[in-house]
């Protein structure tokens, strides 16, 4: 004798958690994916610049900010001085840095060049590698050849 089931079949919204779950999912690590990037330093207004650079996992990041009446200078997100920031890097490097390490300079827009340059020469004299940090312009700015 074959067994019939006598109660009708209502599936209804059970079929549908699943798909509800998976989109709740996405939006979580939509909204709350920026808040887990780690990033190095202080925040600055970085200036436009239109070239890209790949991640590097074993740099040092020097932040310059505006202030007065001396720009602020950040080794990671600590406060620094010049010859703090050159003892540090004097540290760093006597310490077995390897050669390959990168300094990521980033420099408020608001900062005077002079600063810039006194720690850009203040890296490269210890030896380090240098990269300036800027950030992509806006897609309406036009393009440095096509002034």
Known sequence: MKLEMTLPERPGFLHALPILNIFALVQL?????????????????????????ERYQDSLVVTL????????????????TVAELSDRLEKLRAGGAPSRVLVLLQTDAG?????????TELALGKG???????????????KPGNL
């Not at 909204?31 to 239109?50: D, I, K, N, T, Y």
């Not at 900062?111 to 720690?119: A, I």
């Not at 380090?128 to 036009?142: Q, Y």
């Open 29 to 53: 690590f939509f909204l709350l994916g920026p808040a887990l990037v780690s990033q190095s330093g202080v925040a600055v207004e970085l200036p436009p610049s239109r070239f890209q650079m």
């Open 65 to 80: 900010g505006p202030g007065e009446p001396d720009p602020r200078i950040h080794f990671g997100r600590d406060a620094v």
């Open 111 to 119: 900062t005077p060049v002079g600063v810039e340059r006194e720690v």
């Open 128 to 142: 380090f590698r240098l990269a300036l940090v800027g950030k992509t312009p806006p897609a309406s700015a036009p």
